[in-house]
Nanobody, 121 residues
């Protein structure tokens, strides 16, 4: 069984920073592309940033220059450094990853449970 567990969300003032983490655990053979999505109330879930297994990042236009995605392959952990936060960044942030399980090497897409980020004064 594979799990993704996010942490690091919370309440922050506009202009502030937060760092999200997502730890993958379980019977993992390999982790491929990892990503952060977010979903605001009443809106669809949108891609925020992704990073390939080789470390190449890509960002939504709305967060370019403010957010940085990174990963530690040795720890099976994904990060999102969020700077210059705005009220419109308020959402539940979800971790997503394509993971090959050790038991059968089958690649499956997994989601974390989400962590709330609220940007407000």
């Amino acid at each position: 069984q594979v799990q993704l567990v996010e942490s690091g969300g919370g309440l922050v003032q506009p202009g502030g920073s937060l760092r999200l983490s997502c730890a993958a655990s379980g019977s993992i053979f390999s982790i491929y592309t990892m990503a952060w999505y977010r979903q605001a109330p009443g809106k669809q879930r949108d891609l925020v940033a992704l990073i390939t297994s080789g470390g190449s990042p890509d960002y939504a236009d709305s967060v370019k220059g403010r957010f940085t995605i990174s990963r530690d392959n040795a720890k099976n952990t994904l990060y999102l450094q969020m700077n210059s936060l705005k009220p419109e960044d308020t959402a539940v942030y979800f971790c997503n990853a394509n993971i090959a399980r050790r038991i059968d090497n089958r690649v499956t897409n997994y989601w974390g449970q989400g962590t709330q980020v609220t940007v407000s004064s």
